[in-house]
């Protein structure tokens, strides 16, 4: 059974930081790119960080600079540490693992930011 677990999620003020992270069970963890997307009510989910099996990363323009997206194959685990946090950046946050023949969601993580 093929499971994606995000957790870290919470409320922070303006500026300040939290890392997330997201587990990954059944499923050959080095293979697969992963992603960090997000979508807040009312919104599109937007993607927000890549990395790739031979970990390359991208990232959105909103958030370069500010996010880095990290993978940890020995445990698998792919986390997002965000620093400066906006409150633009509020959402919840849902991480994917991907090939070119299928794709896995995990549950999501809220994260608030106030003002």
């Known amino acids: 059974q093929v499971r994606l677990v995000e957790s870290g999620g919470g409320l922070v003020q303006t500026g300040g930081s939290l890392r997330l992270s997201c587990a990954a069970s059944?499923?050959?963890?080095?293979?697969?790119?992963l992603d960090w997307h997000r979508q807040a009510p009312g919104r599109e989910r937007e993607l927000v960080a890549t990395?790739?099996?031979?970990?390359?990363?991208d990232y959105a323009d909103s958030v370069k600079g500010r996010f880095t997206i990290s993978r940890d194959n020995a445990k698998n685990t792919v986390s997002l540490q965000m620093n400066s946090l906006k409150p633009e950046d509020t959402a919840v946050y849902y991480c994917?693992?991907?090939?070119?023949?299928?794709?896995?969601w995990g549950q999501g993580t809220r994260v608030t930011v106030s003002s």
């Open positions: 059944g499923i050959t963890f080095n293979i697969y790119a």
């Open positions: 990395i790739t099996s031979d970990g390359t990363t």
């Open positions: 994917k693992a991907y090939r070119s023949w299928g794709e896995y």
